[in-house]
């Protein structure tokens, strides 16, 4: 896990508000993965970004949720007008490139509760 | 869609047993990795198995990628409680960029 830095490690949001969630990769990665993990279950594939660039939200959902990964700075996950359902661990990873040959690299993740 | 089925998805032992964690899909990966996960943490990179039939062996925990490169398994002997955790294989099947991960198994291993 060493290098990729999540922040925050848990946050609290009421139901309406919005959560940011950031990530930074390790150093020398510019493709970042955010997977989404609810209790009990495995990690579930959300969106795969490279440097101001979606490559595929296909389990990101359709509303309220977005991504960015800008040419400076970390990754963002935003989640708007969040509801109870979104409470989750949220986890970040990076690779230095795409495809089968790169092995990804979590961050600790982000604890979201919605109160 | 393309999945990778690991079983069993929960699975209690007493230390000092042996035990065995399958991976099955139907597509075919390059290579394959497995993770350990604790509660309130990340996943952390135990292994990456990259030939077909390959073993790797780390401590008391053996991996192996079968010939087709479509399933793996994880087997512990002498299992301690250190080892209870969540156990995730992943990859990206060939062909494609998406990383995806198994079901998982949960592992409890009783003192």
């Known amino acids: 896990n060493a290098g990729v830095m999540q922040n925050p490690r848990h946050l609290v949001r009421r139901r309406g508000q919005e959560a940011r969630l950031r990530c930074s990769p390790m150093k020398g990665h510019s493709h970042v993965y955010w997977y989404r993990q609810l209790p009990e279950e495995g990690l579930k594939f959300m969106v795969y970004?490279?440097?101001?660039?979606?490559?595929?939200e296909s389990g990101m959902p359709k509303e309220r949720f977005s991504a960015e990964f800008p040419k400076e700075g970390p990754s963002i996950l935003r989640i708007q007008q969040v509801v109870r359902g979104d409470s989750a661990a949220y986890f970040c990873?990076?690779?230095?490139?795409?495809?089968?040959?790169?092995?990804?690299?979590f961050g600790e993740g982000s604890w979201l509760t919605v109160v | 869609t393309q999945l990778l089925e690991q079983s069993p998805q929960f699975l209690s032992i007493q230390e000092g047993e042996n035990l065995t964690v399958y991976c099955n899909s139907s597509?075919?990966?390059?290579?394959l990795q497995w993770y350990r996960q604790e509660p309130g943490e990340g996943p952390v990179l135990l292994v990456t198995v990259v030939t077909g039939g390959e073993v790797k062996k780390l401590k008391r925990l053996t991996f192996q990628f079968g010939d087709a490169r479509k399933d793996s398994s994880l087997h512990i002997t002498a299992a301690q409680p250190g080892d209870t955790g969540l156990y995730l294989c992943?990859?990206?099947?060939?062909?494609?960029?998406?990383?995806?991960f198994g079901t998982g198994t949960r592992l409890k291993v009783l003192a």
């Open positions: 992943a990859g990206v099947p060939s062909g494609t960029y998406k990383y995806i």
């Open positions: 970004l490279q440097k101001e660039n979606i490559i595929d």
């Open positions: 597509s075919v990966f390059s290579s």
């Open positions: 990873a990076s690779s230095p490139a795409a495809g089968s040959g790169n092995t990804i690299y």
